[in-house]
């Protein structure tokens, strides 16, 4: 089992930065690819980012390329995502999740790649 803890969420205005954490448990943290969900109000759970598990590829969606950076520190068992030049429509609740597969045919990009969910964190970025 791997407990999977978000933080570093708040409000911020459009164009500042945040940078979120995922702090996870158990010792198998650098077998797992992780990544980066959000969900905004009324919107189904989409893909943010994600990191395989030695750090070699990442991911992201086309509307946060260039703006959204992931990176993982396998000895502190946490996953980052540093979020700059935020916009109004970046509001969601963000979550970070960890899948076991070693290889993803979507890129991690599919809610089902993923067996650990966090709580989420709310950003909210006003404009």
């Known amino acids: 089992q791997v407990q999977l803890v978000e933080s570093g969420g708040g409000l911020v205005q459009a164009g500042g930065s945040l940078r979120l954490s995922c702090a996870t448990s158990?010792?198998?943290?650098?077998?797992?690819?992780m990544g980066w969900f959000r969900q905004a109000p009324g919107k189904e759970r989409s893909f943010v980012s994600a990191i395989r598990w030695d750090s070699g590829f990442t991911y992201y969606a086309d509307s946060v390329k260039g703006r959204f950076a992931i990176s993982r520190d396998n000895a502190e068992n946490t996953v980052y995502l540093q979020m700059n030049s935020l916009k109004p429509e970046d509001t969601a609740v963000y979550y970070c999740a960890a899948s076991s597969l070693y290889y993803s045919g979507s890129d991690y990009q599919e809610i089902n790649d993923y067996l650990y969910w966090g709580q989420g964190t709310q950003v909210t970025v006003s404009s």
């Open positions: 158990g010792r198998t943290f650098s077998r797992y690819a």
